[in-house]
């Protein structure tokens, strides 16, 4: 077998079992189709536990890169012929409907670090932010990303602004209002008005039990793809692996650009979260985010990232632009990040979300 576990590499088993497998699923070793092997053999092959191969496959099945057979075992689910095994859809909320106040949010932490910032940050407060956001919450931003999404980049990629709905209308200024802009069908009809009252047109490609349609993807004239992978509202749908490397082929193939709206990903309750297409593509993807989810919609700050090879001409078009962030609130959320109290606070949310659908599943 060639698969190895390496117990002085300071990794958990199961993770370096997850990337080999995954490796040989998207370079075709293991092919659309194929069998993997079962999990007892790969256990007393490798010196692991069933329950650790257990967790691998889990993570892999999470994705969309396998998907079980009662009573036979896993099978690869990465492009071929074989259909993609949709992700679970979980109910999806309007996402421009306000949420309850969870039980647990973080009033007492926000409250000690707003005083701190106070503080410790005195007439600097004060002082008109950089225009693309101030350093400090960048760099953590960009520090987190690495942590929690595998994205790497450099702060100067990181633009920060009041909310996703403003982004949209920077991204049409940047990659101009001459291109198509294809978006989700159905899609959060609040994306498809920002860009048409920026100018852009917009055609609907539509969605299926794993993102939009390939056979749309293959035909739309579109030069700007717009697409929410995880929990499309109001689809509920979330983007399968093989979805998603579809999605920067054809974005690489083109020459086109992705806009991947993260929105709420965090909230994703897998143990390891899909890849996301940034990772995929880097120089084709702006990745966007935002805090409106993951902390309150009353934050009104989000965030892109985008590609090295738009950055001068982000400059150029649209760098004269002031941040529409507060540099109170950029400080305090960027210690909120800094201090692992973000990551935290989410990893509380997971768990109750867990628990609820554990409690839903009987």
Known sequence: MKYSIDKTAGQPAYLQLYQQLRQDIIEGSLPSG?????????????????????????????????????????????????????????AVKDMSVPVSVPEDFPFSTLSKLMRRVLSDYAERILVKSPNSGCMELRQAIADYLARSRGIRVRPEQVIVGSGAEYL???????????????????????????????????AGLKMGEDGIETAALGCCKAGVLHVTPYQSFPSGVTATAAKRHEYAAW???????????????????SAKQVDTVFSLAPERTIYMN???KTLAPSMRT?????????????????????????????????????GGDLERYINRRRRRLRQQMQKAGG
């Open 251 to 269: 974005a690489s193939e083109r020459n086109a650009y992705i806009v991947e709206d993260d929105y709420a990903s965090e909230l994703f309750v």
């Open 302 to 338: 989000g965030y892109m990232v985008l590609p090295e090879g738009l950055l001068p001409e982000y400059e150029k078009k649209l760098g004269f632009y002031s941040c529409t962030v507060p540099v109170f609130d950029q400080i305090v959320l960027a210690e909120f990040i800094r």
């Open 168 to 202: 949209y209308g920077l991204v049409v200024q940047l990659l101009g209002r001459e291109l198509i802009y294809g978006l989700e069908d159905p899609c959060y009809d609040r994306i498809r008005r920002v860009y048409e009252a920026n100018g852009a047109v917009c």
């Open 34 to 90: 194929a069998k993997l092997p079962s999990k007892r053999l790969l256990a007393a092959e490798l010196g692991i536990s069933v329950i650790t191969v257990e967790h691998a496959l889990a993570l892999l099945a999470d994705e969309g890169y396998v998907y079980p057979r009662p009573r036979s075992g896993y099978y690869a689910s990465f492009g071929g012929s074989v259909p993609a095994q949709p992700l679970p859809k979980a």
């Open 290 to 292: 935002t805090f409106s």
